[in-house]
T-cell receptor, first 110, second 112 residues
Framework: GQNIDQPTEMTATEGAIVQINCTYQ??????LFWYQQHAGEAPTFLSY????GLEEKGRFSSFLSRSKGYSYLLLKELQMKDSASYLC???????????FGPGTRLSVLP | DSGVTQTPKHLITATGQRVTLRCSPR?????VYWYQQSLDQGLQFLIH???????AKGNILERFSAQQFPDLHSELNLSSLELGDSALYFC???????????FGPGTRLLVL
């Protein structure tokens, strides 16, 4: 079956660093994506990992371990505008189907 | 702006009715995906089309159907609507079926 787990909610302080974890069990793997979604808006692409290791893009970094079925999204120098849901999604074995996790709602406090 | 357009933005209808949601992908994108997002729920994959052909089906009800036309725009048809069908319906497109998806602004459907 397909299963992706993320913490439901997280809270952090402006200027801090937060790590959002994602574990997955899917029928095959062709890449893992992170999306940001503000309430009532469309998800927007943040990062893509297909090989093990860390991908850095500005304040955001994403890590993947395929052997552990694990990824995390690291957000540095948090800003109030980073308050949103963060969705982890896995592209399945045939590259046809994206399986999205339930999302982690991040609240950034002043 | 992702370049993906969806119409209408909002739709209010009654139970038992039928509606059609429309999606125009980014220029050059061949893949179109449809998702449903209910209140406080994650994104549920419905269906994927690539260059006019259906490639994958997710949790799509039999009352729902979709198609992708030769000009690559796509329509999602929802029939015999129920209260539980009230949700945000997103369309996303990508250049190929293993590429990053770009989401449209969504259609908010309310079934009364």
């Amino acid at each position: 079956g397909q299963n992706i787990d993320q913490p439901t909610e997280m809270t952090a302080t402006e200027g801090a660093i937060v790590q959002i974890n994602c574990t997955y069990q899917t029928s095959g793997f062709n890449g893992l994506f992170w999306y940001q979604q503000h309430a009532g808006e469309a998800p927007t692409f943040l990062s893509y990992n297909v090989l093990d290791g860390l991908e850095e893009k500005g304040r955001f970094s994403s890590f993947l371990s395929r052997s552990k079925g694990y990824s995390y999204l690291l957000l540095k120098e948090l800003q109030m505008k980073d308050s949103a849901s963060y969705l982890c999604a896995v592209l399945d074995n045939y590259g046809q189907n994206f399986v999205f996790g339930p999302g982690t709602r991040l609240s950034v406090l002043p | 702006d992702s370049g993906v357009t969806q119409t209408p933005k909002h739709l209010i209808t009654a139970t038992g009715q039928r509606v059609t949601l429309r999606c125009s992908p980014r220029s050059g994108d061949l893949s179109v995906y449809w998702y449903q997002q209910s209140l406080d729920q994650g994104l549920q994959f419905l269906i994927h089309y690539y260059n006019g052909e259906e490639r994958a089906k997710g949790n799509i009800l039999e009352r729902f159907s979709a198609q992708q036309f030769p000009d690559l725009h796509s329509e999602l048809n929802l029939s015999s609507l129920e209260l539980g069908d009230s949700a945000l319906y997103f369309c996303a497109s990508s250049e190929d079926y293993q590429e990053t998806q770009y989401f449209g602004p969504g259609t908010r459907l309310l079934v009364l």
